[in-house]
């Protein structure tokens, strides 16, 4: 059995999603459509029809709907929009935010005839923007808070975004720090450098990661590991740039010491087993000279001499022996300062 065609307009505007209400120029209801029925929970059709409009909404809504049907009626607008929240027959089960859309309805010669009042329920909208404001918040905190250095560069290499970590670790506030160039946060020596990486970036649209050292507000130099990633590419506009930043100040120096020990075992091996090699030789040396000096008259012209190799090869006895002993890279200057050698004494512990 087909429908008429008012049966298929009302089967219509009964399955829409949103709720629609008419009242007449009475400001009294009409109709309303199934869909406002389950959105008000326990209401009836016949509850509603000839209901004033204005029972259908909260008191403290009034005030703003007479305004909205004396523009409506007057012709000074065709639809309004409000929101409300608790919108509709007062105490109704539900308590929501409704976006509200008021339309003037109209034969054709323009006489009023009343207003549709159609209703979206966006409690659940908002419910969702607040939890994507939450994550966002959280996002924010995290960003915030991390030890590492973040910031965002425009097409220019001006800094447009610096989170708390990278102004801590320059020592910067954040109106020193925003519309800089990067490369103002390099050592000189680097900046050159860090003006060809970020050209290269920009222009290949791909990341890199590297090392280099930045200079802090009291001109201190910082070991930084800095990773680049292009945040956007458009073919009319500039490339923007984020930047992560962690301080490795503390891993270099690690590092630093680790090869300054390895090389200062490997020199200690290499000296240790030199001073066995050459303690024999030396004994040998140091034992014959004794011996001449049994024989030899303390008259002897060549006396002193020998004497004086005596006390040298016993000197170098005492020098291996403090190789051997070395426990500690100790230094002292050497060649008016511009180098620097073992400090045995310091160095094996022992002290003059």
Same mark, same amino acid.
């Given at each position: ?10 089967? +219509? ?114 419910? *969702? ?44 506030? +954040?109106? #020193? ?47 930084? *590991? ?26 270099? #120096? ?14 200690? #091996? ?11 030789? +030396? ?70």
């Amino acid at each position: 059995m087909s429908e008429s065609r008012e049966g298929i307009f009302y089967f +219509l505007l009964d399955s829409l999603g949103e709720g629609v209400i008419f009242f007449d120029c009475d400001d009294r209801v009409e109709w309303t459509n199934g869909t406002f029925q389950r959105m008000r929970g326990r209401i009836e059709a016949g509850d509603l029809v000839g209901r004033s409009i204005f029972d259908c909404h909260p008191s403290r809504d009034h005030e703003a709907v007479s305004r909205i049907l004396d523009d409506l009626k007057t012709g000074r607008e065709t639809t309004r929009y409000h929101r409300a929240r608790r919108s509709g027959i007062v105490g109704a089960e539900r308590d929501s935010y409704y976006d509200i859309f008021y339309t003037a309805v109209r034969n054709r010669s323009g006489d009023y005839l009343g207003t549709a009042m159609i209703i979206r329920d966006v409690g659940e909208i908002r419910n *969702l923007e607040a939890q994507v404001a939450r994550s966002e918040q959280r996002y924010k905190d995290l960003i915030e808070n991390i030890d590492s250095g973040i910031f965002s560069l425009d097409g220019k290499g001006r800094i447009t975004y610096a989170n708390n970590g990278l102004l801590k670790m320059l020592g910067y506030r +954040l109106n #020193e720090t925003i519309n800089r160039h990067w490369t103002e946060l390099f050592s000189p020596e680097r900046r050159d450098e860090a003006a060809h990486i970020l050209d290269r970036v920009s222009s290949e649209g791909k990341g890199t990661v590297f090392e280099t050292r930045l200079l802090n507000q009291e001109g201190d130099l910082i070991d930084a *590991l800095i990773n680049l990633s292009v945040l956007k590419i458009d073919p009319e506009e500039s490339c923007m740039v984020r930047g992560i930043v962690t301080d490795i100040t503390a891993r270099k #120096e690690l590092e630093r010491r680790a090869m300054e020990r390895e090389r200062f075992e490997g020199v200690i #091996e290499m000296a240790g087993a030199a001073c066995h090699h050459l303690n024999q030789p +030396l004994v040998n040396i140091l034992m014959r000279v004794q011996m001449l000096l049994k024989e030899m008259d303390t008259e002897d012209p060549h006396y002193r001499n020998v004497k004086i190799l005596e006390a040298e090869a016993l000197r170098m006895g005492n020098i291996t022996r403090k190789i051997q002993n070395i426990t500690s890279y100790e230094t002292e200057p050497y060649v008016e300062g511009r180098s620097r050698i073992i400090d045995l004494e310091r160095a094996s512990g022992k002290k003059q």
